[in-house]
Nanobody
Framework: VQLQASGGGLVQAGGSLRLSCAAS????????VGWFRQAPGKEREFVAA????????YYSDSVKGRFTISRDSAKNTAHLQMNSLKPEDTALYYC???????????????????WGQGTQVTVSS
């Protein structure tokens, strides 16, 4: 499975961005898909995910209510709509995919076998 993330950029605080993650080699319908982010000097952090089948979604407390994860099955692409962005959202954002059936691990990067290259999001104050 190859993942290609895109859509990052520079935005002012309060603005919005939409990240995309295009997959090849396997359909997202059969995969859990997650977004993670990593700021300089910090560990990789869970942002959002949906389970294969796309019914259950998960969000970190820091983005809940501002970010929305979704999937476009026809294009085999996942999206992360980010609204009300804050300077602390600045990071390199990664999409990831995996097949774990253990719900409690959905927020753990170790549960994801496939990773995209990352797309930079910078929020200015």
């Amino acid at each position: 499975v190859q993942l290609q993330a895109s859509g990052g950029g520079l935005v002012q605080a309060g603005g919005s961005l939409r990240l995309s993650c295009a997959a090849s080699g396997r359909t997202f319908n059969s995969l859990n898909v997650g977004w993670f982010r990593q700021a300089p000097g910090k560990e990789r952090e869970f942002v959002a995910a949906f389970r294969r089948g796309g019914v259950a979604t998960y969000y970190s407390d820091s983005v809940k209510g501002r970010f929305t994860i979704s999937r476009d099955s026809a294009k085999n692409t996942a999206h992360l709509q980010m609204n009300s962005l804050k300077p602390e959202d600045t990071a390199l954002y990664y999409c990831a995919a995996g097949t774990t059936q253990i719900t409690s691990t959905m927020r753990n990067p170790l549960a994801y076998s496939y990773w995209g290259q990352g797309t930079q999001v910078t929020v200015s104050s």
